[in-house]
């Protein structure tokens, strides 16, 4: 996500560290190479200049403290523009109404069937009824997509794929809705490859027919300024409530994306990255910058961490590792907790300083499945008691896991050392005046 945008700003940044103090020459250096970064992903020409000019402004009117240097001070600088940029604050979306209507809206190939099926798993999650309502009926594949997707999440979708009335169906959508108690109806609508005349006068009808407590404009963020350009289009006819950035995982143009709030005055609602219904996250402008500047989330990873994590599983291994009684079974629970969490990189990425790090590096989502396999393999008496593993016993397993016997040893010793850890833990946090260090405690 804005990986090069990234890099670029860093290396920017780089001409004022080691600087014992800010001048005119080098901040104006420094601040011609964010510009130049900026421009280079895309951002709007003129919201790049004013940005960097706001960043000299405030470079050149603070003192740099003792135990701050250069470098810190204007990386604070732009963390502070870049989140102004976007927003400011985060902008929630509007739920009144019974029941609250979402209108989608958007270019077909910008994302919006799938983020129609993320958006009602992710209100689902919030424990809110919801009822997806297929009113794209110009492409036949869209119905039957979003009939897939309403399966994935266990989401009910309303569909009458013989009708090519898209107001009609979402009336009759929303009638069917009040009648079976849904609290949330998603209208998934049609998309051109351009905009044309008869798809804004529809998407207009439907608005003005529905009135949706909520209407979300999709836009591909690959698409550079023809993104911003269209969603300008798109705000002047229909008025829309927010924007959804999808495609974020690709990085070849994503900067124009940082344009759109200063450029159509509407503020963005959600960001969305890959195909799997778990991968979309309401935008905070100051995560965002400070992703950007790979200083990490980690406000986002707790999030992420507490709707993956049953409060009741936790309690209870919370105890066992208190007996020092951790073994296999609650490793592999673990292991599938994580998995909800989402992309192993992109989790790992919310960490300060790891964007960098992990630029060049391939972490493969599937790189549990060897430890998963190894520790099914293994009887139940083996997962609580691993110490019975013997020579045997591992060949048996490395041969049911299509694993080798190097691999299993390699786990037995690892869990070894973190059961190891864990009991030094417990002892620490036994003792008088130690904190408890358990990390699920």
């Given at each position: 996500?804005?990986?090069?945008?990234?890099?670029?700003?860093?290396?920017?940044?780089?001409?004022?560290?080691?600087?014992?103090?800010?001048?005119?020459?080098?901040?104006?250096?420094?601040?011609?190479?964010?510009?130049?970064?900026?421009?280079?992903?895309?951002?709007?020409?003129?919201?790049?200049?004013?940005?960097?000019?706001?960043?000299?402004?405030?470079?050149?009117?603070?003192?740099?403290l003792i135990a701050v240097s250069p470098g810190q001070?204007?990386?604070?600088?732009?963390?502070?523009e870049l989140t102004e940029l976007m927003g400011g604050e985060q902008v929630g979306i509007n739920l009144s109404g019974n029941p609250a209507i979402i209108l989608i809206a958007g270019l077909q190939g910008s994302g919006k069937t799938t983020f129609s099926g993320k958006l009602a798993s992710y209100l689902k999650k919030q424990n809110?009824?919801?009822?997806?309502?297929?009113?794209?009926?110009?492409?036949?594949?869209?119905?039957?997509?979003?009939?897939?997707?309403?399966?994935?999440?266990g989401v009910e979708v309303y569909a009458e794929p013989e009708n090519k009335n898209a107001v009609e169906i979402a009336q009759r959508a929303l009638a069917y809705a009040?009648?079976?108690?849904?609290?949330?109806?998603?209208?998934?609508?049609?998309?051109?490859?351009?905009?044309?005349?008869?798809?804004?006068?529809?998407?207009t009808s439907l608005k003005q027919t529905l009135q949706p407590s909520?209407?979300?404009?999709?836009?591909?963020?690959?698409?550079?300024?023809?993104?911003?350009?269209?969603?300008?289009?798109?705000?002047?006819?229909?008025?829309?409530?927010?924007?959804?950035?999808?495609?974020?995982?690709?990085?070849?143009?994503?900067g124009a994306a940082l344009s759109i709030k200063t450029v159509v005055k509407k503020p963005i609602k959600f960001v969305s990255t890959g195909e799997k219904m778990d991968a979309i996250d309401a935008f905070y402008p100051d995560r965002m910058a400070r992703r950007i500047l790979d200083m990490g989330d980690v406000t986002t990873l707790v999030e992420k961490a507490q709707q993956a994590f049953d409060e009741e599983e936790a309690k209870r291994l919370n105890k066992k590792i208190r007996k020092n009684q951790f073994d296999f079974n609650d490793f592999l629970s673990q292991l599938e907790q994580i998995?909800?969490?989402?992309?192993?990189?992109?989790?790992?990425?919310?960490?300060?300083?790891?964007?960098?790090?992990?630029?060049?590096?391939?972490?493969?989502?599937?790189?549990?499945?060897?430890?998963?396999?190894?520790?099914?393999?293994m009887t139940p008496k083996e997962r609580e008691s691993p110490d019975l593993i013997n020579g045997s016993r591992k060949r048996r397993i490395a041969n049911g896991s299509g694993t080798s016997i190097q691999e299993v040893n390699n786990l037995l010793k690892q869990f070894e050392q973190m059961r190891k850890f864990m009991k030094k833990m417990n002892k620490m946090g036994n003792k008088k005046g130690f904190p408890s260090m358990n990390p699920f405690g």
């Open positions: 996500m804005f990986d090069n945008l990234s890099a670029k700003l860093d290396q920017a940044i780089k001409t004022l560290k080691g600087q014992g103090n800010i001048t005119d020459v080098n901040v104006a250096t420094t601040v011609k190479e964010i510009r130049r970064a900026l421009i280079d992903a895309d951002v709007n020409y003129k919201v790049a200049k004013d940005v960097t000019d706001t960043i000299k402004e405030k470079a050149l009117g603070r003192k740099v001070l204007l990386t604070k600088i732009i963390e502070e809110r009824n919801v009822l997806l309502a297929a009113c794209d009926i110009y492409r036949p594949a869209a119905i039957d997509q979003l009939k897939v997707l309403g399966e994935q999440v009040k009648n079976n108690s849904y609290k949330v109806v998603i209208v998934d609508t049609a998309g051109r490859l351009a905009i044309d005349e008869q798809m804004m006068q529809e998407i909520e209407t979300l404009f999709v836009v591909d963020s690959m698409t550079g300024q023809d993104a911003v350009n269209t969603a300008k289009t798109f705000n002047e006819r229909l008025d829309y409530d927010g924007v959804v950035l999808t495609k974020l995982d690709g990085d070849s143009r994503g998995k909800k969490m989402g992309s192993v990189k992109d989790l790992i990425g919310l960490l300060p300083g790891m964007n960098k790090a992990l630029k060049d590096v391939d972490i493969d989502d599937d790189s549990f499945k060897p430890i998963e396999a190894i520790i099914r393999s």
